[in-house]
């Protein structure tokens, strides 16, 4: 019998499993690049978070849990970080939202950068 | 458990197949960078699930590794797709979006 520790860390790697696959459908189908941004940041922060804390769990208190962490923190910093800077070179550069621009230029963002 | 590590495996490179056509379709650089940065972020997934799949977590050494390679490659693509020249920051106008 599986105690409760391990159900949970079952549950937490198979909603991850989930939220990847929903990224990567995303990521095919949606129309334009900001919208396709948004799918790929579900897998690399919610579906990266959920499969590594349920191996945290099934590890237990033990080295393998540090590396995870550390996998973990690299991750939260370095994802999010790299999508938006690639959503502000993109709209730098003059890449086109699917509503047009108007709806950031009024939010008086600079983009003499 | 080793259902749910083979489940959670199948499911990621079945993501990684449609992120690699993403990449491949385009239709512009950014989207590719994006689905190539994605690719990455899924291949550390599936370098620690294959680890415990097969009963050795060192593997969890070459996902760190490969998270932080990740990062610097896709920062890397970014500054090359701008500048062409990973050294110099001239800006040229000729920009090719597609």
């Known amino acids: 019998m599986a105690s409760p520790i391990e159900v949970l860390s079952w549950v937490l790697i198979l909603a991850g499993s989930v939220f990847v696959i929903i990224g990567g459908i995303g990521l095919l189908r949606l129309p334009d690049f900001y919208t396709r941004i948004h799918a790929a940041g579900i897998t690399d922060t919610l579906g990266t978070w959920l499969i590594l804390i349920g191996l945290m769990l099934h590890e237990g208190f033990s080295l393998g849990t540090a590396k995870l962490a550390m996998l973990l923190f690299f991750l939260l910093a370095t994802g999010p970080l790299a999508t938006h800077a690639l959503a502000k070179a993109a709209y730098i550069r003059g890449l086109d939202p699917l509503q047009g621009r108007e709806l950031v230029d009024r939010h008086e963002v600079d983009d003499n950068a | ?98």
């Open chain 2, 1 to 98: 458990m080793i259902g749910i590590y083979a489940a959670a495996t199948a499911a990621i490179v079945v993501c990684m197949g449609l992120t690699l056509i993403r990449s491949i379709a385009g239709p512009t650089v950014f989207d590719r960078i994006l689905a190539v940065n994605s690719f990455g972020t899924k291949t550390v997934l599936l370098i620690a699930l294959i680890g415990y799949l097969s009963g050795r977590p060192d593997f969890l050494d070459l996902a760190l590794v490969y998270a932080l390679m990740n990062f610097i490659g896709t920062i890397a693509a970014m500054k090359f797709t701008r500048f062409g020249d990973l050294a110099g920051m001239e800006d040229d106008d000729s920009e090719e979006l597609y």
